[in-house]
């Protein structure tokens, strides 16, 4: 008896032995790992912001041995949210500016102005995020009012989209914009003679040029509360699209300071003046930074009639939009990229825009690649022009809540035909067999969850319309997923780095409390997330969600680390 006693001890210690260590184990989950087969598993182990091990609990605690076990109770794992297309530092840089998201009227927009004046931070007034098509009149507003209340005081209030604005006359005599002002890719709209302070695309800069940037301490104090935020909707990456070099630089001063965490693919803004540098320089990396491209801009927006359209405006009589620089500027760059690793990612939502830019693409990849070259939005394609995407290997980035803000408008400037090879997901995703998904916020909310949902369902967070926008063009929630994480991830070359939970790759995840993939339809906006972690380190977690649930079961315990 002795002799087994003896036996079974050295067995168990060796057993004990033969463990390998993590820094953290989690157990009793439904983890969906999003690699290439689509598995599910119950168990990860992570260590060194790395993934150890996926697969069944009774395998992981088998083989290694954690003081941070977190025993999971049956909640879902999926790999950390990559959000496809956005403007991080733009957004968070626009905080000092007064939010007009969400307003029903000009007069509200001039009532809100006149209360931000009170105290705002700068001597020019800016107000940013209004939308015509919200209002019960969908028509551009006009400077007079603006001129009226701030004779001596600059006001410039943004679009939603960023695509068009309207500046009062002390803002158009700072930039010297008279009713005789031109300019290429933007118009300075005028009416009966006088200049109505509608400015569209590149008319735009005339005055941004003259508005002052906020200081750089603040900007990188607005990069961390932008990143909190990020961060409790699930996202763990994001590509920050068309940034200068000056915010480039205080992103890798923010990251020096730890105070960013979060993964940034940065494709930079068109400036000739980087050309030589980056050309030659080619993609970097800078441990959670990497620069991996050009944000170009071809067209304008839909909602402010800059889209560059192959027949005229459904709503506007003669007019088409227009290209935002000389085809030749886009051709040049072209033939300047494809002798780099960078990419090329171009903004085209119109017709024409695509069908220019697909081509200009064609004529330099010349056959399938893996250049991964982007169109970003590819909101409306002719019906002739898809197979170009798939002939030259070129990736339409798209963000599925355009479709559903559009949809109450969009016939209007489209008409019937055109509409419906337009916001088409579905007939994208086939050219290449993949499709990487983002917000575009701030042009829409920092939320993956809608865009999931407005990819699925086709409606939008009031669950309009009942049968979903052009559902034809609705994706799976495999095919969804996939686009907020792996392909993403592909879309920035990082597939072997992120966008998938699997050995080797950055421990990015997220704890929900409940599956978006089987819960029905109507309830997945419903869904909480409960953790958020980033190289194996918690960066978020629920703390209103876990108190409440403390609170509820009077002190037991409860599987998840509760919030810190």
């Known amino acids: 008896m002795k002799k087994l006693i003896v036996l079974f001890t050295l067995c168990s210690s060796v057993a004990i032995m033969a463990q390998k260590t993590a820094e953290m184990i989690i157990t009793n989950a439904k983890i969906y790992t999003v690699n290439q087969k689509f598995d599910l598993a119950e168990s990860m182990a992570v260590s060194q912001g790395k993934i150890l091990a996926v697969g069944k609990t009774s395998e992981i605690l088998k083989n290694y041995t954690s003081k941070n076990i977190q025993d999971l109770n049956g909640k879902t794992v999926y790999p950390g949210l990559i959000d ?332 019937k035909e055109r509409l419906k090879y337009s916001y088409a997901f579905e007939d994208l995703l086939k050219q290449n067999g993949w499709l990487p998904l983002g917000t575009d916020f701030p042009v829409e909310e920092i939320s993956p969850l809608k865009t999931f949902y407005s990819a699925v369902a086709r409606k939008d967070s009031k669950h309009y319309p009942t049968n979903g926008f052009q559902i034809e063009n609705a994706l799976t929630r495999e095919q969804a997923l996939r686009g907020m994480t792996i392909w993403a991830a592909k879309a920035a070359f990082q597939e072997n780095e992120i966008g998938s939970l699997e050995v080797g790759k950055s421990a990015d995840f997220i704890i929900v409390d409940q599956d978006i993939m089987t819960v029905p339809e109507v309830k997945i906006l419903d869904t909480k997330v409960l953790e958020t972690y980033s190289s194996g380190k918690q960066v978020f977690s629920n703390k209103a969600y876990y108190d409440d649930l403390a609170k509820k079961l009077s002190g037991r315990s409860f599987g998840s680390l509760k919030a810190n």
């Open 84 to 415: 496809a297309h956005c403007h991080f530092t733009r957004f968070a840089t626009d905080r000092w500016k007064c939010n007009l998201w969400g307003t029903k009227s000009w007069e509200e927009i001039v009532a809100r102005m006149s209360e931000y004046a009170k105290n705002a931070p700068k001597e020019w007034l800016y107000g940013r995020s209004w939308d015509q098509n919200d209002w019960a009149i969908k028509e551009f507003p006009n400077k007079e009012k603006l001129d009226q209340l701030f004779p001596n005081r600059p006001v410039y209030l943004k679009r939603i989209d960023g695509h068009a604005a309207v500046a009062n006359q002390k803002a158009l005599d700072i930039a010297g914009i008279t009713k005789d002002s031109k300019i290429l890719g933007g118009e300075i709209e005028v009416k009966n003679g006088k200049l109505t302070g509608i400015l569209i695309d590149n008319a735009m800069e005339l005055v941004e040029k003259h508005i002052p940037e906020i200081d750089d301490k603040t900007a990188i104090e607005y990069f961390s509360a932008l990143q909190k935020e990020c961060f409790a909707e699930g996202l763990t990456s994001l590509h920050d699209c068309g940034i200068s070099e000056h915010l480039l630089g205080l992103l890798e001063k923010s990251q020096a300071q730890n105070l960013l965490q979060m993964k940034i693919f940065v494709l930079l803004e068109d400036n000739p003046n980087s050309y030589d540098k980056w050309l030659k320089k080619g993609r970097t990396v800078n441990k959670n930074i990497t620069v991996g491209g050009y944000k170009v801009y071809g067209d304008g927006a839909l909602g402010s009639r800059g889209a560059s359209l192959i027949k005229e405006y459904s709503d506007k009589k003669g007019w088409k939009g227009f290209l935002l620089s000389e085809r030749s500027h886009f051709e040049d760059l072209a033939q300047k990229l494809v002798k780099t690793n960078l990419q090329m990612c171009t903004h085209a939502i119109g017709d024409s825009a695509n069908r220019t830019i697909l081509q200009i693409y064609g004529d330099v990849l010349g056959v399938k690649n893996d250049r991964r070259w982007r169109i970003e939005h590819a909101q409306i394609v002719d019906k002739n022009d898809f197979d170009l995407f798939g002939k030259y290997s070129i990736i339409p980035s798209v963000q599925p809540t355009h479709a559903t803000s559009d949809m109450y408008w969009a016939e209007d400037r489209l008409g």
